[in-house]
């Protein structure tokens, strides 16, 4: 079964709006959670990195005023996207940082903002 | 830091032709590497992976071999079908770095019958 899950799965907001992204991670206990980006035909791009009872680190590039994340619990990452706009449009996925051999990403979500 | 380089695509092949999809890293450590494969409109799913210098990943007919010496880990197949028409991204997880992945740009693969 499922290791790691997200919800939802997919989202259609308007423009300006905020759109919330769970991540659980249902067999394993984090600390860390990685959120990853992925535009139409291309790769995977990481965020930031959550950690749990702390404050999430950012790639360079990611506004951690748009991208808010909290983790929190060792169960439980969430990633919103805050006055989301169409160049948002992308899927999300999370990932568990359990170790460099785990590798259980979730299902992601396909966020599309009009 | 780390970084994953992947040769570019699109890779077209008929039916039963050999893949070769190659992969070299920068790495810091001595970090694990995968191959993941996404089909249209799916998630990623893991391939193969390798966690150690001359360890061989394989599944579903796909190889690929951990090269340290040339810092490589590159993709093969011996004959490919249809079904195998994907994007396939090289990936390396490195404990220095926190186990975050990082990913190669994804090659994708047509198969024509």
């Known amino acids: 079964g499922a290791v790691v899950s997200q919800h939802p799965s997919w989202v259609i907001c308007k423009s300006g709006t905020s759109v919330k992204i769970e991540c659980r991670s249902l067999?394993?206990?984090?600390?860390?959670m990685f959120w990853y980006r992925q535009f139409p035909k291309q790769s995977l791009m990481l965020m930031a990195t959550?950690?749990?009872?702390?404050?999430?680190?950012?790639e360079q590039g990611v506004e951690k005023d748009k991208f808010l994340i909290n983790h929190a619990s060792l169960t439980l990452s969430t990633l919103t996207v805050t006055s989301a706009h169409p160049e948002d449009s992308s899927f999300y996925i999370c990932?568990?940082?359990?170790?460099?051999?785990?590798?259980?990403f979730g299902p992601g979500t396909r966020l599309t903002v009009l | 830091g780390d970084s994953v380089t992947q040769m570019e695509g699109p890779v077209t092949l008929s039916e039963e032709a050999f893949l070769t999809i190659n992969c070299t890293y920068t790495a810091t450590g001595y970090p694990s590497l995968f191959w993941y494969v996404q089909y249209p409109g799916e998630g990623l799913q893991l391939l193969l992976k390798?966690?150690?210098?001359?360890d061989k990943g394989s599944n579903k007919g796909f190889e690929a071999t951990y090269r340290k010496e040339t810092t490589s880990f590159h993709l093969e197949k011996g004959s490919v079908q249809v079904s195998d028409s994907a994007v396939y991204f090289c990936?390396?997880?490195?404990?220095?770095?926190?186990?975050?992945?990082?990913f190669g740009a994804g090659t994708r693969l047509f198969v024509k019958a």
């Open positions: 990932r568990p940082g359990i170790s460099t051999d785990t590798q259980y």
């Open positions: 067999d394993f206990q984090a600390t860390t």
């Open positions: 390798a966690t150690k210098a001359d």
């Open positions: 959550s950690n749990e009872g702390s404050k999430a680190t950012y």
């Open positions: 990936a390396l997880s490195d404990g220095a770095g926190g186990f975050k992945t990082i």
